[in-house]
């Protein structure tokens, strides 16, 4: 699990840090809200939880808050010394999950923690995901559609039936044999390796930017193809 801590004064952050890399977590640590935009338009992807202190130097929790909900449906906790009613329901309000007020005890907030992504594992499993983001790739499956930094791009059935596989499995590696089972599976059509060859070509002329060094399905040699890390 990965967590975004953005925290001001580095003498909480290091502190912080030092619990939750404890207590098993990654963590990316910033001190300002620049480079917290920065990992977040970036990084979005691989964070699993957002831990914003709402006054910062240079903006606030709430614009960082703001800008994650925009993106994908993260998880955020706001750390604040601001105990008024106020500011705690326009946090809320803006899509925060929690908060917690500042002094607090580690233990409390590695419990919330724990709680926050609790509920959200639930409704990941109740709910199939209908937005997946890949780099610059964004595939929507309730519309059955895939876009290229905005921009649809025209897939036939089957290469939009392949690239879902690999959207359904980031970061694990697939061999061919697995990828022409679940094809066969889904579609119901004959996909010979040969084929299969075409249509990974035919998908990266279509999605990389360097079709030639691709960086979205890359070959694992000896072992298959995969997407993400």
């Known amino acids: 699990m990965k967590i975004l801590l953005v925290e001001d004064d580095k003498t909480i952050a290091t502190g912080l840090n030092y619990s939750l890399t404890q207590d098993g ?31 910062l130097p240079d903006g606030s929790g709430y614009e960082l808050c703001e800008l994650v909900k925009k993106q994908m449906d993260k998880p955020v906790i706001f750390l604040t010394a601001l105990d008024d009613e106020v500011n705690v329901v326009m946090g809320l309000d803006m899509g925060a999950d929690d908060y917690i007020t500042k002094p607090f005890r580690i233990r409390e907030l590695l419990s919330r ?5 609790r509920r959200y594992n639930k409704q990941t499993i109740a709910q199939p995901k209908t937005i997946i983001d890949i780099e610059n790739i964004r595939v929507n499956t309730l519309e059955g559609k895939v876009y290229k930094n905005g921009e649809e791009i025209l897939l036939t059935a089957l290469e ?17 044999t697995q990828l022409l089972d679940r094809i066969w599976d889904v579609a119901g059509d004959f996909v010979n390796d040969n084929t299969l060859t075409v ?21 694992v040699r000896g072992m298959g193809y995969k997407v993400g890390d």
């Open 160 to 176: 939009y039936r392949l690239f879902l596989i690999f959207a359904n499995h980031i970061g694990q590696v697939l061999t061919r």
């Open 199 to 219: 249509y990974i070509k035919r998908l990266r002329e279509k999605l990389e930017d360097e079709p030639q060094s691709p960086k979205i399905i890359k070959t």
């Open 113 to 117: 923690i724990k709680s926050v992504l």
């Open 25 to 55: 977590y990654e963590t990316f640590i910033c001190h300002n809200a620049d480079d917290a935009k920065r990992v977040i338009n970036e990084k979005i992807n691989e964070i699993d939880l957002c831990l914003f202190d709402l006054s």
